[in-house]
């Protein structure tokens, strides 16, 4: 990849999780009302065939990693799991009443935060306690993030006495002068540990994250983790670019100097060999910054055209409903989005009250949905078509008139009706994506809200 195409397309741009991103809901429109019309809607169409999904943000940290761009607290002090999990437990309650039957629960994924902050004992009342008023599809499929530092053995055998078969765990780098540099000091040993833990107990899918661009971080470094991590064999690999936000997070994120960072030439020479080292070791590249076994059921997704990004990021499979339990956390409707309250006194308080925890939202308009489909589209299949009429939009022309410099450059290749990204511009899928997204063109933020692009 040349380097004036990387200063090209190095642009502030959203990750697209979502369509439309949170900064351009219209929170004006939104009311608790219209969100649990969508979310009864959806559920209805779903529940019955495909089942819902479940979030469970659990926010709690012993300490701060300055790479981190989640929602978290700070603290020591264990004495919060229990109220914790009580809200969520309540929380979950109030969901259930809306809803017109009994859910059947087809993914369930625990982040964070740090889920194995919590106990095993506490974590099995939770999931107890929320299964109670639910069915599992035939299908099911259970996940939460494990850090490799506090997993224990227990943790593993708890969550797959549950029916947890899937543990992420957050590897990031394994150079002792980047892990001092985002406060999170991590052994190989301690992942290997984990891992193997994982697979003894019966775990199918193990996953590793890797970030790039961290700083202080060289190809040598990258070299190095990869290798570490290919021995290892992990089912698939998260390897994604560090995203410096600090005006959003605050002095989380200044934990170094931004002339440690490597500039955007370096991260993509980063990525690049470290895509071309997971290559060699049989990975297959998923979406965007996203690596599976053949084995694994994210490349089995990708191959029968099932994949799908949310929230959670990338999964196997879709559910037309997925509710966001805890802190900071985001429902999804497919016809609207719902956010909760970040601050955990005022959730407890909210909890307290009998009133779900909803500060914000969004309910998706016909154009809206129109476009999340292209984006979904162009995220998990690097693809998308509009001979469908109902896919068609009126701006439709000015999009492609607006893509035709990144054709030229041989980053997609378009004919009357269908666009496909090149090899070459799977890295730039997130600037694709953004000719498509007409709220950005039409509200070009003031301030810088997004990561860069690279």
């Not at 004006?28 to 469970?56: H, P, V």
Request: with cysteine.
């Amino acid at each position: 990849m040349t380097p004036s195409l990387i200063d090209k397309y190095n642009v502030a741009g959203p990750r697209y999780t979502s369509y439309p991103t949170v900064p351009y809901w219209d929170t004006s429109t939104f009311t608790m009302k219209t969100w649990k019309d969508s979310l009864i809607n959806a559920f209805n169409e779903s529940n019955e065939t495909e089942g819902i999904s479940l979030y469970l943000h659990l926010p709690f940290c012993e300490s701060l990693c300055t790479f981190c761009g989640c929602h978290k607290r700070i603290t020591k002090q264990h004495s919060v799991e229990t109220p914790y999990i009580s809200a969520l437990i309540k929380e979950w309650d109030l969901y259930c009443d809306i809803l017109p039957t009994k859910p059947k629960i087809k993914e369930l994924h625990l982040g964070g935060g740090t889920p194995t902050f919590f106990s095993p004992e506490n974590l099995n009342l939770l999931i107890r306690s929320l299964l109670n008023r639910a069915t599992l599809a035939d299908d099911y499929e259970f996940s939460f993030e494990g850090h490799p530092n506090n997993t224990t053995e227990e943790h593993l055998q708890t969550f797959y006495d549950l029916g947890f078969r899937r543990v992420s765990y957050g590897v990031q780098d394994y150079n002792e002068t980047v892990q001092k540099a985002i406060h999170r000091i991590q052994p190989f040993e301690n992942v290997k540990r984990v891992t193997e833990q994982a697979r003894a107990i019966g775990y199918t899918s193990v996953s590793h994250d890797i970030i790039f661009g961290l700083p202080f971080q060289t190809k040598a470094h990258v070299s190095e983790t990869i290798a570490k991590t290919k021995s290892l064999k992990p089912d698939r690999i998260a390897f994604y670019s560090y995203a410096h936000v600090p005006w959003i997070k605050g002095n989380g994120q200044r934990g170094f100097d931004e002339s440690n960072l490597p500039s955007g030439t370096a991260k993509r020479q980063q990525y690049e060999l470290g895509k071309t080292l997971l290559a060699e070791a049989g990975y297959h590249e998923i979406g965007m910054d996203h690596f599976a076994l053949p084995s694994d059921s994210l490349y089995q997704s990708m191959t029968n055209k099932t994949l799908h990004r949310n929230f959670m990021g990338y999964t196997a499979s879709k559910t037309k409903a997925m509710i966001g339990l805890g802190v900071s956390s985001i429902s999804d409707s497919w016809y609207g989005f719902a956010q909760n309250v970040k601050g955990i006194e005022e959730y407890y308080s909210l909890i307290k009250e009998g009133i779900l925890p909803v500060v914000k939202g969004h309910i998706l308009n016909t154009e809206d949905l129109i476009i999340r489909k292209h984006i979904l589209n162009l995220m998990c299949q690097f693809d998308t078509s509009w001979s469908d009429d109902e896919l068609y939009f009126d701006e439709l022309p000015e999009v492609l008139y607006g893509l035709e410099e990144m054709e030229q450059d041989g980053l997609l290749i378009r004919n009357e009706n269908q666009l496909r990204v090149t090899e070459k511009g799977k890295p730039f899928v997130r600037n694709i994506c953004m000719a498509f997204d007409l709220l950005l063109k039409r509200k070009q933020p003031q301030t810088r809200i997004f990561s860069m692009t690279v």
